[in-house]
């Protein structure tokens, strides 16, 4: 018999919930004009329909000297201390939707830099969640690391103090072996798993879905980094693993005569997005 199986983790996050609500309702009950500093999440959908309720989306700080005054809104992935500081020099009402686990993160490196420790983050440096991480970092040295080959370059001498942490959307299993290797660099390390629980769930449970599917489908933005790994987790048990951003990116005929199909979603797909896709593989099978 055919099956599909939709993962129970998938679609909005904690974090991503609590901000996308917050400009929502900004965008209904604000009297002054409402701006989110980057897109309040890496989803095309929603960003677009907040700009046809007026919330304007601000790409840089100095945008704002010519804008009208209003409410700013700090989107999850949490922005550097000197960027706090410059929204509260320009006169902008501040309303902060960083991720509880990213502020987490934000005082951890600013209190272990603060005490001399290198810090060391397993993530992307170009995602916004570590460019704000490492604008808390102080005056203190900072790396970003990917892989075993980032580590094994690291500039940092044996005996020195390094405080190691991850991107709250980090690849867990992949953020173990970091650890375990380096842990054999001779530092005088303290390793902080910083990975959300949301996210341990979602990988995991896509792990096991996509290891049962004949195909296994993967709902999220192109520029999401939580969805880009849920990906990768589930090409590797299934090789027929799609990614898609909206149904309109998925030919459902394609598992016409499939046995199992699995479907997750990253942080930041809405509800309806999923139901859309999973009502258009339930016609197919």
Known sequence: MMKLTVAKSAGFCFGVKRAVNMVYSQADESLVPVYTYGPIIHNEEVVRDLEGKGVH???????????????????????????????????????????????????????????????????????PEVEGILG??????????????DVDKLPIRSGEKVCFVAQTTFNYNKFQELVEIIKKKGYDISVLDTICNATEERQAEAREIASQSDVMIVIGDKHSSNTQKLYEISKKECANTYYIQTSKDMDFRQIQSI????ITAGASTPNYIIEEVSKNVRNEL
């Open 259 to 262: 046995n199992n199909v699995g």
């Open 136 to 149: 808390w970092v102080g005056n203190q040295k900072a790396y970003t690391v990917l892989d075993a080959e």
């Open 57 to 127: 989306v601000i790409r840089k700080l100095d945008e704002l000297a010519v804008l009208p005054k209003g409410k700013i809104v700090i989107r999850s992935h949490g922005i550097s201390k000197a960027e706090h500081e410059k929204m509260n020099a320009l006169g902008f009402e501040i309303l902060d939707a960083t991720c509880p686990f990213v502020l987490k993160i934000h005082r951890l490196v600013e209190e272990y830099s603060a005490n001399g420790y290198t810090i060391v983050i397993a993530g992307n440096a170009k995602h």
